[in-house]
Structures are given as structure tokens and as C-alpha cells.
Nanobody, 113 residues
Framework: VQLVESGGGLVQPGGSLRLSCAASGFTFSRYAMSWYRQAPGKERELVATITEANSVRIFADSVKGRFTISRDNAKTILYLQMDSLKPEDTAVYYC???????WGQGTQVTVSS
């Protein structure tokens, strides 16, 4: 299993970023996928999950209405669209295949003016 995140960076408050996670080494379409994040000094937090059937659940109350998780099974890519970003969204963002207990290396998102 290989998961490679990209798309992080420095953005001003109110801005947007789209994170991508390129997946390989397993049958992507058959697994639920998740995004987690970990802010400095805090525990890793489950942000959102999308099932094999494209059912979406946003777990982090603080991102509801601002973040959207989606997937492209043909390209085996997981996405996280992040809008109206706030400084408290600053974290390393990880994609994960929960059933396979697999993680990517993470991508840093910094929201700051």
C-alpha cells in the first residue's frame, strides 16, 4: 500500500486548498478512505471519511460546511477540498485506509496571514 499526499502549503485565512492523495498497491475502489490531521501538540484527529459507495461523513465539527471529501476511483485519488480556511486548520494532513491500517507521509497545511 502506498499513499502519497500533496497540495499542502501556506495560505491566508479565508483561502482554499485542495489536498490529493494518490493511492496504489490495493484495490482503491473497494476501501473506505479517510483524512486525518494533527496540529502541533495535539492528537491526530479524524476529519472525514468516504466509503466505497461514496457515502461521506464529516467527523470534525469544526470543518463542517467548509471541507469536502471526494474520490476518483478511476484515478485512485482521494481529495480534500478545504475552503474558508482558518488558522486553527493548521496541521499536517494525512490520508488513510482504515481497514488496511495504512497512512501516507502527510502534507503540511499552514493558514496564516
Amino acid at each position: 500500500v502506498q499513499l502519497v499526499e500533496s497540495g499542502g502549503g501556506l495560505v491566508q485565512p479565508g483561502g482554499s486548498l485542495r489536498l490529493s492523495c494518490a493511492a496504489s498497491g490495493f484495490t482503491f475502489s473497494r476501501y473506505a478512505m479517510s483524512w486525518y490531521r494533527q496540529a502541533p501538540g495535539k492528537e491526530r484527529e479524524l476529519v472525514a471519511t468516504i466509503t466505497e459507495a461514496n457515502s461521506v461523513r464529516i467527523f470534525a465539527d469544526s470543518v463542517k460546511g467548509r471541507f469536502t471529501i471526494s474520490r476518483d476511483n478511476a484515478k485512485t485519488i482521494l481529495y480534500l477540498q478545504m475552503d474558508s480556511l482558518k488558522p486553527e486548520d493548521t496541521a499536517v494532513y494525512y490520508c488513510s485506509v482504515p481497514r488496511l491500517r495504512s497512512w501516507g507521509q502527510g502534507t503540511q497545511v499552514t493558514v496564516s496571514s
